[in-house]
């Protein structure tokens, strides 16, 4: 069941048609609920939750999250369990929605902390993401470019598909801020 959950999961994040995808992730958190609270469990509620959030179903995203935290919580580990930290960028993104700018940094930072202390470069990459979106839109721009500097080292280290993400978001900055010839060069 545990190898279920997460080909379910993977399945759910690979599939384009989204009827398909909410399927998929019905039946990995159909498959989490039969095992105990693991890295698998948990991550398949963190990617339940970002699809929440691309639906735009913000208050059930927001429950999955808070759903997953309680349940890593109730582990019983000692430490807390490494894909905890797609959880709290997932609330991080959420909160970032809804314009609470202080909860989506705060989620942000303890999701960037725990993905450094696990080193895992997924979670780390993601996490960065959002403490850089959540630092430029409260206008903290050295920040949040301070901060794609080292996402970009993750992507950069890790592959091309993290490399573009990072790089998207850098040019959606430069367009924000007016300035269409970063933007053209950032591409190029």
Same mark, same amino acid.
């Given at each position: ?47 339940? *939750?970002?699809?929440? &959030?691309? #639906?735009? %179903?913000?208050? @059930?995203?927001?429950? /999955?999250? $808070?759903? +997953? ?38 989620? *942000?930072?303890?999701? &960037?902390? #725990?993905? %450094?202390?696990? @080193?895992?470069?997924? /979670?780390? $990459?993601? +996490? ?42 850098? &040019? ?9 010839? /970063? ?6």
């Amino acid at each position: 069941r545990l190898m279920r959950c997460q080909a379910a999961t993977l399945l759910g994040l690979s599939l384009d048609d989204v009827d398909a995808r909410v399927q998929a992730f019905d039946q990995a958190l159909a498959y989490a609920q039969e095992i105990s609270v693991s890295h698998v469990t948990i991550f398949a509620q963190a990617c339940w *939750a970002y699809m929440l &959030v691309e #639906l735009g %179903r913000l208050r @059930e995203a927001h429950a /999955a999250g $808070h759903e +997953a935290m309680r349940l890593a919580q109730s582990s019983g580990t000692r430490q807390p369990l490494p894909t905890l930290s797609h959880v709290l960028a997932a609330l991080s993104f959420v909160l970032y929605e809804w314009n609470d700018l202080d909860g989506a940094l705060r989620y *942000a930072r303890e999701a &960037v902390d #725990l993905a %450094r202390r696990w @080193e895992q470069a997924d /979670a780390l $990459h993601l +996490a960065y993401t959002h403490l850089g979106e959540a630092l430029f839109a409260i206008g903290d721009v050295d920040g949040a470019f301070a901060i794609l500097r080292q996402e970009w080292q993750v992507a950069h280290r890790t592959s091309a598909w993290f490399e573009a993400l990072t790089i998207a978001q850098e &040019v959606r900055w430069y367009l924000a801020q007016n300035n269409l010839e /970063a933007a053209l060069q950032r591409l190029r």
